[in-house]
């Protein structure tokens, strides 16, 4: 089955194709789709992006459990966007420079968000016009990129989720650079205005979840959860909940 509009469909106020009601969905966890994987993050040009053994083993899992309940898989072939990290920088920094503080209270602003302000504050009106200019094209790509497939798979994190502490406290720059590292797959789903959910498939050896990231079409949120519902299943994780519940 394939649900959804093939195009890319910017400053909709409601999606083409949109599915629901999706609790139905949710529940029944019925059909079968046209899933990608994609390994590759607008992220590579601009960081150092490392995809844990961790993280790979979640993505093979639910792979396999996909390929297992007959659904169509195919692998993606990368499509480098060398402009996504300085767009995504002078839109994140324009908008902290929006936050109202100055003077002595900048000083009670964590690291990270006083590199943003700072930035942002120099970031000019022909910069931030041609950042959102290049985001609009990068949305579109993105959703033809898509359009053959139901859903697409990704890691949900690049590595286990880090000890606290790990982020650094003092380098804003760097604290900024850890998290594009820790999630390099998230954001442009953002950017892009398209749904998506996570569904924890395995455990690390240190008892911490790993999953993977289902993004759809533009309205394809029935889709979603109907394969996260299939996927939870297969890997008897739906009435997990941490001991302290």
Same mark, same amino acid.
């Given at each position: ?93 324009? %908008?902290?420079?929006? =936050?109202? #503080?100055?003077?002595? @209270?900048? /000083?009670?602003?964590? *690291?990270?968000?006083?590199? &943003? ?75 892009? %205005?398209?749904?998506? =959910?996570? #569904?924890?498939?395995? @455990?690390? /050896?240190?008892?911490? *979840?790993?999953?993977?990231? &289902? ?31």
């Amino acid at each position: 089955a394939r649900a959804g509009s093939r195009g890319a469909h910017r400053f909709a106020v409601r999606a083409p194709g949109d599915d629901g009601p999706y609790l139905g969905a949710a529940i029944r966890g019925e059909g079968r789709f046209q899933v990608g994987v994609m390994m590759d993050s607008p992220w590579d040009d601009g960081y150092d992006i490392e995809v844990s053994e961790e993280a790979r083993s979640a993505l093979d899992r639910a792979i396999a459990e996909f390929d297992r309940l007959g659904h169509g898989i195919e692998a993606m072939a990368p499509e480098p966007e060398p402009g996504y990290p300085d767009a995504f920088r002078t839109i994140w920094q324009a %908008g902290a420079a929006t =936050i109202p #503080v100055d003077g002595a @209270d900048e /000083a009670l602003l964590e *690291p990270l968000t006083r590199w &943003l302000v700072e930035r942002g504050r120099a970031v000019s009106a022909r910069q931030l016009a041609e950042a959102l200019a290049w985001l609009a094209g990068f949305e579109e790509r993105v959703i033809r990129r898509f359009s053959s497939f139901d859903a697409v798979l990704t890691p949900a994190l690049a590595t286990p989720p880090p000890p606290v502490g790990w982020y650094d406290a003092q380098d804003g720059e760097r604290n900024f650079a850890q998290q594009v590292q820790f999630t390099p797959f998230t954001s442009f789903v953002n950017v892009s %205005g398209l749904p998506a =959910i996570t #569904v924890p498939v395995e @455990d690390t /050896a240190d008892g911490l *979840p790993m999953g993977v990231q &289902l993004i759809g079409r533009p309205g394809g949120e029935a889709a979603l959860f109907a394969l996260g519902a299939q996927l939870e299943r297969r890997v008897r994780r739906r009435h997990r909940h941490p001991s302290t519940w």
